[in-house]
Nanobody, 126 residues
Framework: QVQLVESGGGLVQPGGSLRLSCAAS????????MGWFRHLPGQEREGVAA???????AYVDSVKGRFTISRDNAKNTLFLQMNSLKPDDTAMYYC????????????????????WGQGTQVTVSS
C-alpha cells in the first residue's frame, strides 16, 4: 500500500525558508518519479518540482533558483527546500509519486502522478 506523508509546512515571513518532507512507504523514491505540487482553492494544481529515478530534475519557472528538490534514498524520503519565500508561494503543498513516468523536460502535469499525499500548508506572510 502506497502512503505519502508530507510535513514541514507552516507560517514564514517573506524571504524566509522552509523544508518540506515527504515520507514514503510502498514507494521507492529512488526508483520512481516524484514531484511536489501546490494548490490554492479555485485554481488548478500547479507542478512545482519533480525528480525522476535518474536524478533529473525539473522546476516551474517561478521557483527556479529558490527551490530545490532532493531525496534521501536511505530514509525513502523526498524533500523540497524552499528559500527566499514570497507571499505568492502560499498554498497547500502535495507530494506525488509515479512508478513509470521519467520525462523531466518540464514538471509533469498532475494527471501523470498515480499517488498523492494529504498535503502540508505553507503560508508566507508578514
Amino acid at each position: 500500500q502506497v502512503q505519502l506523508v508530507e510535513s514541514g509546512g507552516g507560517l514564514v515571513q517573506p524571504g524566509g525558508s522552509l523544508r518540506l518532507s515527504c515520507a514514503a512507504s510502498g514507494v521507492t523514491v529512488s526508483r520512481w518519479s516524484m514531484g511536489w505540487f501546490r494548490h490554492l482553492p479555485g485554481q488548478e494544481r500547479e507542478g512545482v518540482a519533480a525528480i525522476n529515478h535518474f536524478g533529473d530534475t525539473a522546476y516551474v519557472d517561478s521557483v527556479k533558483g529558490r527551490f530545490t528538490i532532493s531525496r534521501d534514498n536511505a530514509k525513502n524520503t523526498l524533500f523540497l527546500q524552499m528559500n527566499s519565500l514570497k507571499p505568492d508561494d502560499t498554498a497547500m503543498y502535495y507530494c506525488a509519486a509515479d512508478p513509470n513516468y521519467s520525462d523531466m523536460g518540464g514538471v509533469p502535469g498532475a494527471p501523470i502522478f498515480s499517488y498523492w499525499g494529504q498535503g502540508t500548508q505553507v503560508t508566507v506572510s508578514s
